[in-house]
């Protein structure tokens, strides 16, 4: 756990950074702010519980905020905003840098060389205006072939004697996290992991509410794996929490304290798989309202009821991490998935700039979508997503 006294120094420290910019006074006793902060197995990093995603900002306002509200671990990656992100939190952790941890991430290929690494590494620490990073990720892996380069392992204890990195990490949510996981933490190749978990992907919780909707448990392992992480001491990281963060949907049945992000936060927070969580933090507000679900406690019966209505309104809507059901049914090869995810970021994030770009990313899309006659993706989706009219908007909106 961080110390009070070294949590209080962080503050005082965040409201010079603050004065000195010209952002105002520290914000009153009243304002909200983490109220807990725990240790990353077997690491020692102490990390606020709720903490910083950035892939969807790049304003070092925000990492001021976040900081003066307690937050104190930033994640970020080289390819967040045309990195750009990776900019914005230097800028926002100037002076404060060793009393906070940031982690950065590359897309270590299969076949790529330790040298690759390390320049993607440095790349990264200049834009961060730092010199070593706490954890550096190998990022969105789903291909165990990734994990398991050898130029990695050799990359990442060559980075850690040169003090550029502290510790190694992997990300992931795709439809084989858990395979990728399994085989990280079995060969020790990772120290953290940074994985997708919400209630919409625990098999327990879709049980016990599955008269509300008709998603299916995916990822049925990957409880088992997040609970191995955790006896062998690799800490445990948890995102895409919200399952798509249409939060506007739920407005009407908030109540004072119980927001649904923070009920989605006190779910997951209170699992003993999981040690803390990131979110994407794109404006103040925002950041206030996600601090309110810091603290670990368990959901309430008014928690669970707004997680079940949410999931009732996502379902048939909603392209889950680590499924890709639909993927072999498609035989022009269009990655439904990676196209649905961008749609997402369009129609349920509202941030269009992300969606074009991630969606170029992608090459040909989902133009094949639109030229398809028989759509043999019908059905494929076991939560009901309409796949074929969802492929075929994302190609018309986003191409």
């Not at 120094?9 to 910019?21: D, N, R």
């Not at 995603?53 to 003066?68: F, N, Q």
């Not at 937050?71 to 905003?81: L, V």
Request: net charge neutral; hydrophobic share 40%.
């Amino acid at each position: 756990m961080l110390s009070r006294r070294k949590f209080l120094e962080l503050g005082s420290a965040a409201t010079v950074g603050l004065s000195a910019l010209g952002a105002g006074a520290a914000p009153s006793q009243a304002a909200p702010g983490i109220r807990r902060y725990v240790t990353l197995g077997r690491t020692g990093l102490d990390i606020s519980d709720v903490s910083f995603g950035s892939s969807r900002s790049s304003d070092p306002d925000l990492v001021r905020h976040a900081l003066d509200r307690g937050i104190t671990y930033f994640d970020t990656a080289e390819s967040y905003r045309f990195q750009t992100a990776e900019i914005a939190i230097g800028e926002g952790l100037r002076g404060v840098r060793d009393r906070v941890v940031v982690g950065s991430k590359t897309k270590a290929g299969a076949n790529a060389s330790k040298e690759t690494f390390m320049a993607a590494l440095e790349g990264s620490l200049r834009r961060l205006g730092t010199d070593y990073l706490d954890i550096y990720f190998n990022h969105s892996v789903n291909d165990v072939r990734r994990i398991a380069n050898p130029e990695w392992a050799e990359f990442t204890e060559r980075a850690k004697a040169q003090g550029k990195i502290r510790f190694r990490g992997m990300s992931g949510h795709g439809g084989r996290l858990a395979e990728c996981l399994d085989y990280a933490i079995d060969n020790d190749l990772v120290d953290v992991v940074l994985a997708s978990y919400s209630f919409a992907e625990d098999p327990d919780f879709l049980d016990r509410i599955r008269h509300s909707f008709h998603y299916v448990a995916l990822q049925q392992d990957l409880p088992r794996v997040l609970a191995k992480a955790k006896a062998k001491g690799v800490g445990v990281i948890a995102m895409k929490t919200l399952v798509g963060a249409r939060l506007n949907d739920m407005r009407p049945y908030e109540r004072d304290g119980g927001t649904y992000a923070q009920a989605a936060f006190r779910w997951v927070l209170s699992s003993p798989r999981v040690d803390a969580l990131i979110v994407s933090m794109t404006a103040t507000g925002l950041i206030d309202e996600y601090v309110g679900g810091s603290g670990g406690e368990a959901a309430s019966a008014e928690d669970l009821g707004l997680l079940a209505r949410y999931g009732a309104r996502m379902s048939g809507r909603h392209c889950r991490p680590g499924c890709d059901a639909c993927f072999s049914h498609c035989p022009s090869r269009v990655d439904i998935a990676e196209v649905l995810r961008t749609r997402m970021y369009d129609v349920d994030y509202r941030d269009p700039a992300l969606a074009r770009a991630d969606y170029a990313a992608l090459g040909a899309g989902a133009r094949a979508c639109l030229a398809c006659a028989d759509r043999p993706c019908l059905g494929a989706c076991p939560d009901g997503v309409p796949i074929a009219d969802f492929t075929r908007d994302a190609a018309r909106r986003l191409g």
